[in-house]
Every structure is written in structure tokens, then in C-alpha cells.
DNA sequence: TCCACCATGTAAGCGGTTACATGATTGC
DNA sequence: GCAATCATGTAACCGCTTACATGGTGGA
């Protein structure tokens, strides 16, 4: 494991609140850190036997119905202390955030209105569906009480939803400026 | 030019602008198109190799001084060609943000209030840092005039600015909850 | 009986980073 | 003269995606 591998240190934490195997792990990403960071059994299996191999974490078989073998993956002494010192050690570097969506618009010519509207609608579209989903799971997880809960499970959702909601209010705004402009030349 | 690749459509996007060196583009990925993509050499000049190839772009040799050779990268109509359709063919999927401090944030143990200060604060100092240099350069560029101005260079540096805004106030108020949490207890 | 899901992996290849290598030019 | 920057590339390696391969389990 070299300490640069941030999907280790991922596979760690998540191991570290309870095993489970590397069927959990995948649908973990698929869900809660999954706004955050993803990876599928490509990376998650190798990873694990990286871990294995370093004694960072230790699997205990066991057998579903008749003969499903089932390896649930718990976190070593060694793997804790591996983790922890990742997690209190301060982000190096500004993450890049890659959005084709603004390269699009950068390119595009703003003076092109039926193009820019396309553009602009169709991605508020997937925007809200993730906000719609996001704002459910929310509910489902959470209820309604904004105020008590400060997991770090609700902080990553809240944060997202944020980031959705943000992105949305923006677009609408860009939209608003093209209504204007046309009222504008009338 | 394998038609998933994305690097290759966002050059001919920038030569489409104006010709230019494999330099000059190195440049272009490390300020404006920088905030939504970044590419350098070791993938700039073999992408330009490839795309010269396809015949989507050729170049001139300009020789600066004495000999130093300079090629000027220019689009062709063909690269004109894939450009568009690309650009105004929707994306097609949610984009992944990758976001360490979150997961950080995911992980850390909500009580641990020394460790959340720290954490929270270091990473409110980052972005404080970058919406700074943001806010600059919009001023740099594009002067007071705020409503004038809607090229997509002042829409991407907007957006990023939003952006930054957004995550620096959702900290602060992540902040904040801790203070309300310890004058509570008391 | 069938299908969705549980469960574990591997292989190929691409996209991207880091580091290296080399040399010219411009301005102080 | 020196340093910053201009300028072009290559090589190794890693991270990650996509696709494939295989089979078991549980419920309608």
C-alpha cells in the first residue's frame, strides 16, 4: 500500500466502523461516500488483497446457505493506526473538479440562444433528479429533524445537496439572462 | 481519436479560438479552462500527435529567435467538424466529484471536536485562498461591469466563484454549530 | 422456474501524473 | 551572467473503467 492510495484509506474507514465483504464495500460507493469518491470490484478486490497482504485488514469466511463463500473483511490494530494518521493529516492539494458541463459552456457561443438554452436545460435537468434523489434519501435516512443530527453520514449529504442546489440556482439564473436579453431587443 | 476522449475535443475547442503551441495550451489548462479540466505535457503533446494524425488539426513551424522551432497548432475543417458535435451533444452522465475532505469529514468522529476545528478550518483556508485568486482575476479580466459581460470565460470563472462561495459558507456555518454546541453545554 | 440480487474475482486498456531530458530566449 | 520562462517531447507507472467470467441464493 503506498501512501498515496487514497482508495485504501477509504476501504479502511469504511471497515473500521464494521466489516463486511467486498460486495458491501461496492454498494457502499454506490450510495453515502459514493457522492464523494467511487470505485467498483475492478479496484475494490485487488485493493483488498493489497490490504491483506500488508496486514492492514484480516477476513473471516463464511458460508451463505449451502455453500456461498462470504469473506467479511475486518480491520487490523496495524490498519486503524494506518487510517487514523490519514484522516488527521490536512488535504494537500486543491482537488480538481472535473465538469464537462462548464467546458461545454466555455466553448460554446453565448450569443448561440437556441444551443445555449439546450445546453443549459438539459443539465439542470440531471441536476434536479440528483437534488430529487438526494433530498429522499435524506428524508428516508434522517427524517425530519434538521437540527439534531450531525453525523458525518448527514454532513456529506447535506453538503451534497448543496452543491446541487447551488448548481440548480445558477443555472437559473443563466436562464433568466437569456429571457431578459430577448425582452431586452424587443 | 477515440471518441469518448475528452482532452482531445477540449483542444480543438482552444485551437478553434486562436492557433496556438502545445505551450501555449499547457498554459490555457492551468488558468481558465483550469478549473474544470487540466491536462499537461505528458498528455498534451502526444493527444496533438494523435489529432495530427486524424488530420483534425495541422501546424506551422515558426522559428523565435535564432532556431528555437515553434509550432502553431491550427484546427482543420474536419476537427471543426468533430468539435461540434460534440459540443452540442449532451452529456451524458452525472460527473464524479471527487472530494477528499469530505470523506474525511465522513469518517471523523463528529465529536471529536478538536480534530473537526482543525479539519474544518485548514480546509476553509484553502478555499479561502482560491476564491481570493478568483475574485481577482475576474476583476483583472473583466473589470466592475457584472451584468455586461456573459462570454463563457466570465460564465466558467462565475460558476467557479459561486462555487468556492458556496463550500467557504457551508463551512462556516459547520463552524459555527460547534460553537452553538459547546455554549449549549455549558 | 425464473429473475433479481449476492458474491468473488480477472484482464485489457485507457486516462492521467510524475519525473525526466534537452535546449533556446528574454529580461534584469 | 543568471534566472525565469519558453518550448518540445518521452517513459514509467498508477488509478480507474469496462467488460468479462463464474456461480450461488432467495423469493415471487
Redesign the pocket.
Known amino acids: 500500500m ?1 501512501n ?4 485504501s484509506y477509504i476501504i479502511l474507514g469504511l471497515l473500521r466502523t464494521e466489516p463486511m ?4 464495500l ?2 457502499k460507493f454506490e450510495s453515502e461516500v459514493g457522492e464523494f ?7 475494490i ?2 485493493s ?2 493489497v490490504l491483506l497482504n500488508d496486514k492492514a485488514v484480516t477476513y473471516d469466511v463464511e ?10 473483511y475486518r480491520i487490523t490494530a496495524y490498519g486503524e493506526e494506518l487510517f487514523n494518521t490519514w484522516l488527521t493529516h490536512a488535504v494537500d492539494r486543491y482537488p ?1 473538479q ?1 465538469d464537462e458541463f462548464m467546458l461545454r459552456l466555455y466553448f460554446m457561443d453565448t450569443d448561440n440562444e437556441e444551443n445555449m438554452r439546450k445546453l443549459v436545460s438539459d443539465e439542470r435537468e440531471v441536476h434536479q433528479k440528483k437534488l430529487n434523489y438526494l433530498l429522499q434519501r435524506k428524508a428516508i435516512i434522517f427524517g425530519d429533524d434538521d437540527t439534531a443530527q450531525k453525523s458525518g453520514h448527514y454532513l456529506v449529504l447535506d453538503f451534497a445537496i448543496q452543491r446541487e442546489t447551488m448548481k440548480i440556482e445558477w443555472l437559473s439564473q443563466l436562464s433568466l439572462s437569456f429571457d431578459n436579453k430577448k425582452t431586452r431587443v424587443k
Open positions: 503506498r498515496k492510495d487514497k482508495l465483504s467486498g460486495y458491501d461496492k454498494k469518491w467511487q470505485a467498483n470490484t475492478g479496484q478486490y485487488p483488498l488483497k458460508i451463505v446457505g449451502e455453500k456461498l463463500e462470504k469473506k467479511t480538481i472535473k
